[in-house]
């Protein structure tokens, strides 16, 4: 069976521009979860979605993030403009249930900045 | 405040030695804890988790963990460590008023196995 599939693996921008980054969950799945890990600060969830509906996305930076799910098998996270701060891991996961805690995680997509 | 803290960054072991990983939480209500593995390159993998019932908790790959109230700690152990294991370990918890889902990591323990 076909994990969370993340992509892309590896996305290298310039200061300014737009970053998109994509999620398909695994099927059946109801929750997803986007974090992003740094050396600095370690793993921290952003958003996550119960059934498409964001629950809390109290964890998103600030307004140059945004995060949707438009359809069960796909969301996506949003930075514009970027900044070289933003350069980290960010990893999508998806649980079968909201309330399991056993999250299966993509292999992340690392963004580095310039 | 509300926290959970792996108190070692990296840990080396040889091959075949017993393992513990330490792992301690502060909350007001003892939550959901979670071990989880991250291998170079992948994303988190669960390897055990403990929500109520016995303390001891089997997990996958021979690792199993021990709920402490009296300590608010959650360790991982392994008898024996293979060179496979080399990766790092997260501990995180869980608020039980909001959900199993909604985990908090620890910053991890980077793990080096020895031959």
């Known amino acids: 069976d076909a994990g969370v599939i993340q992509s892309p693996r590896h996305e290298v921008t310039e200061m300014g521009q737009e970053v998109t980054l994509r999620c398909k969950p695994i099927?059946?799945?109801?929750?997803l979860f986007w974090y992003r890990q740094t050396m600095m600060r370690g793993l921290e969830l952003l958003i996550y979605?119960?059934?498409?509906?964001?629950?809390?996305d109290s964890g998103m930076p600030e307004d140059r993030f945004s995060a949707k799910m438009p359809n069960a098998s796909f969301s996506t996270l949003k930075i514009q403009p970027s900044e070289p701060r933003d350069s980290a891991v960010y990893f999508c996961?998806?649980?079968?249930?909201?309330?399991?805690?056993?999250?299966?995680f993509g292999e992340g997509s690392r963004l580095t900045v310039l | 405040a509300q926290s959970v803290t792996q108190p070692d960054i990296h840990i080396t072991v040889s091959e075949g030695a017993s393992l513990e990983l330490r792992c301690n939480y502060s909350?007001?209500?003892?939550?959901?804890l979670f071990w989880y593995v991250q291998s170079p390159g992948q994303g988190l993998q669960l390897l055990l988790k403990?929500?109520?019932?016995?303390?001891l908790v089997q997990g996958i790959k021979g690792f199993e963990a021990e709920f402490k109230r009296s300590q608010s700690s959650f360790n991982l152990r392994k008898p024996s460590v293979h060179w496979s294991d080399a990766a790092e370990y997260f501990c995180?918890?869980?608020?039980?008023?909001?959900?199993?889902?909604?985990?908090?990591f620890g910053t991890g323990t980077r793990l080096t196995v020895i031959p």
């Open positions: 996961a998806s649980s079968l249930s909201p309330n399991t805690g056993e999250l299966f």
């Open positions: 099927s059946g799945h109801n929750s």
């Open positions: 979605f119960n059934n498409n509906v964001p629950i809390d």
């Open positions: 909350y007001g209500a003892t939550p959901y």
């Open positions: 403990y929500f109520s019932g016995d303390t």
């Open positions: 995180a918890v869980a608020p039980r008023r909001t959900g199993a889902n909604n985990l908090f």
